[in-house]
């Protein structure tokens, strides 16, 4: 049997299995379950674990896998006497025989939507090709990929050649690395901050200038929140 709790954990994250791919964060069940602090969430995969419910998945972040679900429909027939009908709000009775698991998604197809400038702007192609993303990558919202080109933000680790991946979205923090559409037609990625009513575009490279522009020449198009290299 699995107590309400362990079994609300459990249904939570195989319905995020299947919806993004990828297990819930840690903080993510502490808020869906309103437990007060992350090691409650901790005891309660610790004892679905034992009960052979979930695993984890060794070298990988955040990563569970549901072996089975239990099956809340099949309640024991005996007489319930009066100390079980006190603690049958707390208890999950059901037939708990082994189920086949799906396996979550090993990756995701997102938009190659062609190249994007990491020095001097140019228009961002769009193309009809995906690119294979790993689920844990992305998280929830919409994304896409764009191809760098250029070598102004390597310092930040961000190389020609490389496949930026955008959650899409119209505002940012500063910053924050973003795709940025310039006089709306040409799309550069570079990191984004305010000042004295202005927006900043800098690169991460010495060589090439800080870009400034009123907001109403910068529309921000997505956020980058992930990097691939083929090498």
């Known amino acids: 049997m699995l107590t309400r709790k362990q079994q609300e954990l459990l249904l939570f994250i195989h319905q995020r299995l299947r919806e993004d791919g990828v297990s819930p ?134 190389l020609d050649g490389d496949y930026a991946i955008i959650r899409r979205g119209d505002t940012a923090n500063d910053g924050e690395i973003i795709v940025a559409l310039v006089e709306d037609q040409d799309a550069t990625l570079k990191r984004m901050r305010r000042k004295d009513g202005m927006i900043l575009l800098e690169p991460a490279n010495r060589a090439y200038p800080t870009m400034s522009y009123s907001p109403r020449q910068v529309r921000v198009q997505g956020r980058l929140v992930g990097l691939m290299r083929r090498y």
């Open 25 to 158: 964060s840690f903080e993510e069940m502490k808020e869906a379950l309103n437990l007060k602090s992350k090691s409650g969430v901790h005891r309660l995969i610790g004892a679905l674990e034992e009960r052979e419910f979930i695993r984890r998945l060794p070298n990988r972040a955040r990563a569970l896998e549901v072996l089975r679900l239990p099956d809340a429909s099949a309640v024991a027939s005996r007489p319930t006497l009066i100390h079980e009908r006190e603690l049958e709000s707390n208890v999950v009775h059901g037939d708990f025989r082994r189920r086949t698991a799906v396996p979550p998604a090993t990756t995701v197809e997102v938009p190659l939507h062609g190249r994007i400038a990491a020095g001097i702007p140019v228009e961002a192609i769009e193309t009809q090709q995906t690119l294979s993303v790993p689920p844990s990558m992305i998280g929830r919202g919409e994304h896409f990929a764009l191809e760098v080109y250029g070598d102004s933000m390597i310092e930040a680790g961000i």
